[in-house]
């Protein structure tokens, strides 16, 4: 499995409901992504990790939402009290080093869809 | 505020046209502008891209045109296929990391 993996692909929750998000990143990419697309609309950054230390969050949209990424390795997204603004699809992407011009790899996306 | 602005929405051409995609910006921070496709289903994939210091790029039937002085550039596709069919964005990024995406075009090709 070379690409970007995330699960699950597809999540319904109810609102008030707390979900996790798991993103699996290329082995040996440093770097990680999140960023929320709503539909129609283009990708929105969210935040970012270099290797365990979450260099940026200035894209959650508000304090319901956090990303982890403790080893190094695979990241969490969690989403505390869902509410139905917050259904969209939410996509990783890694690339392998810090440098801005890398490639930035993106995985499927999981679908969230608050009830 | 969006970031960078593209348009047509949507996009009909004739399989064997030629496909055009344009974006403008206003940050002149941004320094790489990268164009993505994406499929229904999937995840944005990296098409072809470009740095302010080249006004174009050309990969096969994809070629990008960028105007720095009017904060503009835009994708063409030669000879549209059907399997081009898709959505397109384009994007750019500053030496933070992260990519500002437009609104994206959905390309259909008829055969």
């Known amino acids: 499995g070379a690409g970007v993996s995330q699960s699950p692909r597809y999540k319904v929750a109810k609102r008030g409901q707390d979900v996790a998000l798991r993103c699996d990143p290329i082995s040996g990419h440093v770097s990680l992504f999140w960023y929320q697309q709503a539909l129609g609309q283009g990708p929105e950054f969210l935040t970012y990790?270099?290797?365990?230390?979450?260099?940026?969050k200035s894209g959650l949209p508000s304090d319901r939402f956090f990303a982890e990424r403790p080893e190094g390795s695979v990241s969490t997204l969690k989403i505390q009290r869902t509410q139905q603004e917050d259904s969209a699809v939410y996509l990783c992407?890694?690339?392998?080093?810090?440098?801005?011009?890398?490639?930035?790899?993106f995985g499927p996306g999981t679908r969230l869809t608050v009830l | 505020q969006q970031q960078v602005k593209q348009s047509p929405q949507s996009l009909i051409v004739q399989k064997g046209g030629i496909s055009i995609i344009n974006c403008a910006y206003e940050n002149t921070a941004f320094d790489y502008f990268p164009w993505y496709q994406q499929f229904p289903g999937k995840g944005p994939a990296l098409l072809i891209a470009?740095?302010?210091?080249?006004s174009e790029k050309k990969e096969g039937r994809f070629t990008i045109s960028f105007n720095k002085s009017a904060k503009q550039f835009s994708l063409h596709i030669m000879d549209s296929q059907p399997g081009d069919s898709a959505t397109y964005f384009c994007a750019a990024r500053t030496g933070a990391n992260n990519l500002f995406f437009g609104t994206g075009t959905r390309l259909t090709v008829i055969p």
């Open positions: 990790f270099q290797n365990e230390a979450q260099l940026d």
């Open positions: 992407a890694s690339s392998l080093t810090g440098n801005s011009y890398n490639e930035q790899f």
């Open positions: 470009i740095r302010p210091d080249v």
